[in-house]
């Protein structure tokens, strides 16, 4: 009787390799660069002070305060990480708003939201 040999289908590639998450957090801004597939590059978004918030249909730029909720992980509320889908706290023209992030900080470079 012959072993069988188990083989792979083809090498593992660097493309598969992937990163760790970039976790952004609340800090003065700091963006690192990634290259991405097809030598196009990804902004990681390490920290930031920063969110470009939606209000009532216009855009305007507010300083986040908190982070109020992040569906993400219960960790990442405790220790105030911004993903996609977090609810944060941010001051616009003194008015303290709670808004939802739209856009993804570790692969888009920057903090967009929504008034919810």
Same mark, same amino acid.
């Given at each position: ?11 593992? %590639? ?5 990163? /760790? ?10 963006? %690192? ?10 902004? %990681? =978004? ?6 470009? $918030? =939606? ?10 305060l ?6 993400a992980?219960k960790?990442?509320? %405790? ?7 977090? /609810?944060?706290? $941010?001051?616009?023209?003194? @008015?303290?708003?709670?808004?939802? $992030? ?11 939201? @929504?008034?919810?």
């Amino acid at each position: 009787m012959y072993h069988r040999v188990k083989t792979r289908a083809h090498k593992k %590639r660097k493309m598969h390799q992937g990163s /760790m998450p970039s976790e952004t957090a609340i800090d003065e801004k700091i963006v %690192r660069g990634g290259r991405a597939r097809g030598g196009n590059v990804k902004k %990681r =978004l390490s920290s930031t002070v920063y969110a470009n $918030v =939606l209000v009532h249909g216009k855009p305007e730029k507010g300083k986040i305060l908190v982070v109020k909720d992040n569906p993400a992980s219960k960790d990442y509320t %405790r220790r105030n990480i911004i993903t996609k889908g977090a /609810m944060i706290e $941010v001051d616009v023209g003194g @008015k303290k708003i709670h808004a939802k $992030v739209t856009s993804r900080p570790g692969q888009d470079g920057v903090v967009n939201a @929504k008034v919810m």
